[in-house]
């Protein structure tokens, strides 16, 4: 047992120290009925080998995104992350520290969350953002309570075009905060007035930018309509490269943002770990739920970093804190921030463009093809798409190929069989556009 | 001024209090923002001409700059090299931080997560391309249930927290399909900070219940208020004293009797893993922090992991998504619907299915243990903790008698006298090479200290520990001791910082000189 430093000698010799009989003794507190004499029906113990051989047998199952033509978003983008990040990361300094409460001993991590807040703050055109929520689903449920508080009303009103999942994380919390959600249809076609639903009761209108089908669109007039009546603008980003090539969300009137910042430094990880970006108005930074790290002294006069605001939070306010929040997404922000700083200002907008162009590309290629026609005008990285059958079908078919073509927008939701969604990063490559034109024209043939 | 004299007084100012010139001290090295280090143009990253499209922008493309630094590669990763020499870890020394159990974290656990066929797999993939992953989301549920004894098992929470989210709104929901609407839950005062702000926030008013002279729960406070308004209790055991609940059947049996759930915080099921099952003291709900118990790495304060185990009154209202097993394989169920018994469910509490590269670091690390090493894991942690406690037992002073579980629980009586605080106590840790133990937790003692050394923790590496300890906590007694540990730490990459000044005017992020100045003005 590799992991476990002590002896058959060390024991004895630690529990005549403690004075104790024996490590039965140790656990004499644990009622009778309780204590398992017996081992439990698990597999013995396995050298690194072994388990390397089990898991890799497992993993060997899956069909990696990066082995096939992969067009899939959603809510998760498949990057290309440079090779410096994920050494970076494994640095036992980064990867075995824990929460930097003792700031003295700390200041590595804090002042990499440092920086990271000021990525997020930049990129979303807001004043501050913490450091990280769980996702941007649990972000986006984060930001509706917190626009509740803000506004001390408790309706909010979700678009037809958030990431269904979203939805879903915010209505299960709804649920049981009690607080009412109205959640509008799915709106493949863009026609919502959300404007229209804000009335004097709303806390909040959430919007995502670019949506769920991919459309991007001037939220201003939205914005004003909610700070007419007293509501706040959430605006959720799932591709925050987006970012790179977009007017970003503060600059066309947000209140608060939440988003997905799996894309930036972070793999597809089958779902997660990922990282929720969160970020907000200056006035409102003491209702933001999560961690803070702030810039202070130290008892010489030198610049360094701590942990701050925790009065919000629950080891100061127990039942009255902001938010029951207590892990942050520590490593996943600093993949996040390795990864943009290797960007810089001029990698991200290549990125974005490159993103963009591609995406473009491949929208005029499928719109080419009879009987499909490609849904929006505007789109950033990722389209919707109608076919003349069922996507799910056509999906299914051209795995077996294999190409991971897009997901159908049946999996969240009946009513829109024939409709299917696709991203396109910069690791799409030219070949992977033909053997997924090739294959969807056999396919439709 | 020259460049290189401007290079130079940027750290200036830093170096404050050593004698270097450049505020350097041998590998400590002054290290400024990637803000203040960038320039306009440079990159860290070579990236093709975009091909020619149209754009698609609809008019909202992005007309000002950002402003984000640019920086190459050789700087991104000296920037971030000399941070992480700022950090203490586990890697580098004893980190006794109780109650957040800071063990080991081996590599292996690593390499099977970057697996292409773990981590680069799309959570929306069709289900016939991720057969495996699947496979072993089972395969976790499966161990997770048998050290638990608990039939079902929710992989979806992100954290311990969310675990606790997840288990009281099950608790709600099955509450509610009988048409029983309980208004309370019953928190003992040792809890995690999250168990109240939990209950809170799915709308139940908190009641404390207090701690009796053995640091357990008082039996006798609590069926007092047990009645038919109670909807669970939230109980941590083994407790934040360190301390097995030694009455907790007689507690289940309490709250069951009232109608109510018995909810554990299962954040130190690490003392106990292999050697007591959680479902033979009668939970109903448990979350499994699984970078806790099972070493998935928490670098920096995250991603975590916290499966939830429920009991079979419990399982119909498990969260989304659900993995079943059929004759075609493994299916993943992400919709509420009758035929795979999933109508019940709460929802979905998170954007996809979990934690998944947590999920295979843990299996991983199940795996290297076994059944039968798992259970020495426990063992150890309780020897290791039992250790430190009659180690140092007799020059600082325990809150209450042993024998404890993997943490051992100090208070401040010690220091009575001497002028030297908790906390200036934790900082002359620091100068001496150790990560300060949990201070000023649990709030049932003054002045708390609580040590868990966890199992990976060598005899050789306690020994030390407990000598040093020792020799600190003779050295309050001396004379100008006060005045000597207040002055800790000396030998960081920064003294004590103010976090009242970082309260009181918040600054949280970076700014531009210039805007700096003009806010100033």
Known sequence: ?445 | MSDWSKALSRFQAAGAGTDTTSGNRGLQIEEPLIFEQGAEGRTGVDLPAPPAAADRLGGLARKGAIGLPGLSEPQVVRHYTRLSQKNFAIDSGLYPLGSCTMKHNPRLNERMARLPGFGDLHPLQPQATIQGALELMDQLAHWLKTLTGMPAVALSPAAGAHGELCGIMTIRAALEARGDMRQRILVPESAHGTNPATAAACGYAVESIPANARGRVDLEALKAKLDSGVAAIMLTNPNTCGLFESEIVEIAEAVHKAGAFFYCDGANFNAIVGRVRPADLGIDCMHINLHKTFSTPHGGGGPGSGPVVLAESLAPYAPLPWVVHGPDGFRLVEEADAASGTAGTIGRLKGFHGQMGMFVRALAYMMSHGGDGLRQVAEDAVLNANYLMAGLGDVLTASFEGPCMHEALFDDRFLKDTGVTTLDFAKAMIDEGYHPMTMYFPLVVHGALLMEPTETESKDSLDQFIAVIRALAERTRQPGAAEWFHEAPRYTPRRRLDETAAARKPQLRWRPPAVTQQAAE
């Open chain 1, 1 to 445: 047992m590799r992991y476990l430093p002590l002896t058959e000698a060390d024991r004895r010799d630690m529990l005549a120290a403690i004075g104790a009989p024996s490590v039965d003794a140790l656990f004499r507190d644990v009622p009778e009925v309780a204590r398992r004499k017996d081992g439990l029906d698990l597999p013995p113990h396995q050298g690194e080998l072994e388990v390397e051989r089990a898991l890799s047998a497992m993993a060997a199952k899956n069909v990696a995104a990066g082995s096939v033509p992969f067009f899939l978003g959603g809510g998760a983008y498949r990057h290309h992350v440079p090779a410096a990040v994920d050494h970076l990361i494994q640095r036992g300094e980064f990867l075995t520290s824990y929460t930097p409460y003792q700031p003295e001993v700390t200041q590595g991590t804090l002042q990499y969350l440092f920086e990271f807040q000021t990525q997020v703050a930049l990129l979303t055109g807001m004043d501050v953002a913490n450091a990280s929520l769980y996702d941007g689903a649990t972000a986006t449920a984060e930001a509706v309570t917190m626009a509740n508080r803000v506004t001390g009303r408790r309706r909010s009103v979700l678009s037809g075009s958030l990431h269904p999942h979203y939805r879903e994380v915010v209505e299960t919390l709804a649920r049981f905060v009690g607080f009412r959600v109205d959640s509008q249809p799915l709106d493949p076609a863009g026609s919502e007035d959300l404007a229209a639903l804000v009335d004097g009761e709303t806390s909040c209108v959430v919007v995502q930018n670019p949506d769920f089908f991919g459309r991007v669109r001037d939220l201003r007039p939205l914005a004003e309509a909610c700070h007419a009546k007293g509501a706040l603008l959430v605006v959720v980003v799932t591709e925050i490269v987006s970012l790179g090539a977009l007017t970003s969300p503060g600059e066309m009137g947000a209140d608060i943002v939440a988003a997905e910042g799996q894309s930036i430094g972070n793999g597809l990880n089958f779902g997660g770990p990922y990282v929720g970006l969160f970020a907000t108005r200056d006035r409102f930074v003491r209702q933001m739920p999560g961690r803070l790290v702030g810039q202070t002294v130290d008892a010489e006069g030198r610049r360094g970093w701590v942990l701050t605001l925790s009065t919000r939070e629950q080891h100061i306010r127990r039942e009255k804190a902001t938010s029951n929040i207590c892990t942050n997404s520590g490593l996943c922000t600093l993949a996040f921030t390795i990864h943009l700083s290797l960007l810089g200002e001029a990698g991200l907008t290549q990125l974005a463009a490159i993103n963009h162009a591609k995406a473009a590309k491949l929208a005029d290629r499928l719109a080419a093809i009879p009987g499909v026609t490609v849904l929006n005008d505007t789109f950033f990285n990722e389209f919707t798409v109608r076919l003349p059958r069922p996507a799910a079908g056509i999906v299914d078919a051209l795995a077996a190929r294999p190409i991971i073509a897009g997901v159908p927008v049946s999996r969240f939701a009946s009513g829109h069989d024939d409709l299917l969604v696709l991203a396109v990063t910069e690791t799409v490559t030219d070949a992977d556009m033909d053997a997924l034109v090739t294959a969807l024209e056999e396919s439709l043939r």
